[in-house]
């Protein structure tokens, strides 16, 4: 039965975990995104405009710094971010933030007539130039110190709501 395996001190008091997810993640002076947190699920949505364009990025739970994990992988943050522009073209980017740096890992134009256009930044040059036009609108390697407190909050936060389920059902 998987209940072995969770702590019952955990199922018997889900709200003592969810205390801990009470606290405030601060919000970096001039972070120009709306944030929204998507409960239920594992992500978190940054939304803006800028210069008539809609910048939106979804970050993704992986593995967060700080749980136990040593290896360079447990600092990633994956994350899509979309550029849509009033004509209905975009660019999307598939990407991992890490400390430092944001990488592009995969590039796709989108038409207006719905067409695909994928793109892998290989070359060094290129790449730089993608990445220093997400960093004009916003997303800057900066901002890896507060998404990753984000998603690591996010991941306690969705934690203790499973805890918390799954204590409702035990007591059913």
């Known amino acids: 039965m998987i209940l072995l395996f969770v702590p019952s001190s955990q199922i018997s008091n889900p709200s003592r975990n969810l205390r801990i997810t009470k606290r405030k993640v601060e919000v970096p002076n001039g ?13 978190i949505s940054l939304a803006r405009e800028y210069q008539g364009e809609l910048i939106e990025a979804e970050l993704y739970l992986s593995r967060v710094p700080g749980e136990g994990h040593d290896d360079l ?18 660019l999307w980017f598939v990407c991992t933030a890490v400390p ?10 989108y038409l207006e ?3 695909i256009a994928p793109f892998i930044p290989n070359r060094r040059n290129i790449r730089e130039a993608f990445q220093k036009y997400l960093e004009i609108r916003g997303i800057k390697p900066s901002i890896y110190n507060f998404l990753s407190e984000c998603m690591s909050k996010k991941k306690s936060k969705e934690h203790a709501l499973w805890l918390k389920n799954v204590n409702k059902f035990v007591e059913a």
Not at 100 to 108: S, T, V
């Open 100 to 109: 430092n740096e944001i990488i592009i890992d995969f590039l796709y134009l």
């Open 31 to 43: 972070f120009p995104f709306d944030i929204q947190d998507n409960p239920g699920q594992e992500t």
């Open 73 to 90: 992988e447990a600092k990633n943050i994956p994350l899509d971010i979309s550029v849509s522009k009033k004509n209905g073209t975009s």
């Open 113 to 115: 007539d719905g067409e």
